[in-house]
């Protein structure tokens, strides 16, 4: 259990729909890292924040969007969903910036999104 | 390249020791690190090096890097059952505050 927790574990939701998930982090980790897993695009990174703003921005799509919360839980809203949005969401979290020990990052199970 | 490379597929007789390996892009990349996934779970971090570091050593795992070539590896000892699963390289995009650049796993059978 790496101690970062996701919500929710499955999600199943029709083309055009929005749907929103959840991600709080370790204990004492300021920030947050998204990322989308499908077996044609690898892993990819979306967004990350530290301590409450947005710090780095992979290729993520405009109809997606994030933020972190003051309690350093984020959320990730996905949104006019499309088929091929179906895939794994992972987030992970790191203590801090600024050593490779920092950016040591612990990832959640993931949330397994399912657009039909 | 643009993207951090890895070769896909790797089969191992358990007691053996593994390799694999991976390109990454940029010359500048100071820290790499090495994850492994199993099936229906999130990565776990494995280990990490430093640009500055040509080797490091921990427990069965001994992580390569050459600079020059851009070329990083992970070694496992006395491969085990268990050892099967995923493996990702990564690399924190030089110059970014978390940017991570993964490559596609390497995909690692332990047969008996």
């Known amino acids: 259990d790496s101690g970062v927790t996701q919500t929710p574990k499955h999600l199943i939701t029709a083309t055009g729909q929005r749907v929103t998930l959840r991600c709080s982090p370790r204990?004492?980790?300021?920030?947050v890292y998204w990322y989308q897993q499908s077996l044609d695009q690898g892993l990819q990174f979306l967004i990350q924040?530290?301590?409450?703003?947005?710090?780095a921005k992979g290729n993520i799509l405009e109809r997606f969007s994030a933020q972190q919360f003051p309690d350093l839980h984020s959320e990730l809203n996905l949104s006019s969903l499309e088929l091929g949005d179906s895939a794994l969401y992972f987030c992970?979290?790191?203590?801090?910036?600024?050593?490779?020990?920092?950016?040591?990052?612990?990832f959640g199970p993931g949330t397994r999104l399912t657009v039909t | 390249g643009e993207d951090v490379e890895q070769s896909l597929f790797l089969s191992v007789r358990e007691g053996d020791s593994s390799v694999i390996n991976c390109t990454y892009t940029?010359?500048?990349?100071?820290?790499l690190y090495w994850y492994k996934q199993e099936p229906g779970a999130g990565l776990q971090l494995l280990t990490y090096?430093?640009?500055?570091?040509d080797m490091k050593q921990d427990q069965r795992l001994t992580v390569l890097l050459n600079k020059k070539d851009k070329h990083l590896s992970l070694r496992i000892a006395d491969t085990q059952t268990g050892d099967s699963a995923i493996y990702f390289c990564?690399?924190?995009?030089?110059?970014?505050?978390?940017?991570?650049?993964f490559g596609a796993g390497t995909q690692v059978v332990v047969t008996p």
């Open positions: 992970a979290s790191s203590p801090f910036i600024g050593t490779a020990s920092s950016y040591e990052q612990y």
């Open positions: 204990s004492g980790d300021l920030s």
């Open positions: 924040y530290y301590n409450g703003e947005e710090r």
């Open positions: 940029d010359s500048s990349s100071t820290y």
């Open positions: 090096i430093f640009s500055n570091m």
């Open positions: 990564a690399e924190k995009v030089p110059d970014s505050w978390g940017k991570f650049q």
